[in-house]
């Protein structure tokens, strides 16, 4: 199975500031169909998973642009550009380029 | 986008089983790969089971054997049939839909609100 491995594990920023979650897959995620298969969830407290990011950097519908994700092959990164109090919960890169599909182990988020 | 709702979970004994039902608006099943992920009480996600556009389906290992994954296209509901209930199975049961390498893309994407499965005597 593709291990997604995230780092910070959990953050704790100041409303305003940037902040960055790194997401590393075991193996290269972008498929020979040119598409690469990686996917950024946000699970706020209580409630189920939305999509925030498909396919490295596509803003899922309704999503603000203050977030943003980046990368290839293996690395990948999603930004948040000014952190707002809502943006508080966990937050999960997932592959799809293989199965079974995996997630990373959470990132969680806070605001100080 | 997609609108997938649950349901069909609640408290069930070891052994047990129960079909959870993922009724979609706004697209259609068959147009979709409708995937199952469950989250255990404070732990993260853990991919299930999918069943493709063209009616191919996949489980996780930790399931297979156990559970069974079908869909009524006239109802536009997938159902995920879970067999052999264990403690380890305890979990919120979300359906989502994404797209996997190597197979045309769905036409949409969604994540349901969930349906809750507790195993307990």
């Known amino acids: 199975d593709i291990v997604m491995t995230q780092t910070p594990l959990s953050l704790s920023v100041t409303p305003g500031q940037p902040a960055s979650i790194s997401c590393k897959s075991s193996?290269?995620?972008?498929?020979?169909?040119?598409?690469?298969?990686l996917y950024w969830y946000l699970q706020k407290p209580g409630q189920p998973p939305q999509l925030l990011i498909y396919e490295i950097s596509n803003r899922f519908s309704g999503v603000p642009d203050r977030f943003s994700g980046s990368g290839s092959g293996t690395d990948f990164t999603l930004k948040i550009s000014r952190v707002e109090a809502e943006d508080v919960g966990v937050y999960y890169c997932?592959?799809?380029?293989?199965?079974?599909?995996?997630f990373g182990q959470g990132t969680r988020v806070e605001i100080k | 986008e997609v609108q997938l709702e649950e349901s069909g979970g609640g408290l069930v004994q070891p052994g047990g089983s129960l079909r959870l039902s993922c009724v979609a608006s706004?697209?259609?099943?068959?147009?979709?790969?409708v995937s199952w992920v469950r989250q255990a009480p404070g732990k993260g996600l853990e991919w299930v089971s999918v069943i493709y556009r063209g009616g191919h389906t996949y489980y996780g290992d930790s399931v297979k054997g156990r559970f069974t994954i079908s869909r009524d296209n006239s109802k536009n509901t997938v159902y995920l049939q879970i067999n052999s209930l264990g403690a380890e199975d305890t979990a919120m049961y979300y359906c989502?839909?994404?797209?996997?390498?190597?197979?045309?893309?769905?036409?949409?994407?969604?994540w349901g609100q969930g349906t809750l499965v507790t195993v307990s005597s």
């Open positions: 997932m592959q799809s380029i293989l199965l079974p599909p995996t």
């Open positions: 706004g697209s259609t099943v068959n147009r979709n790969y």
């Open positions: 989502a839909t994404f797209d996997y390498g190597g197979n045309p893309p769905g036409d949409a994407l969604g």
């Open positions: 193996q290269s995620l972008l498929y020979r169909d040119g598409k690469t298969y």
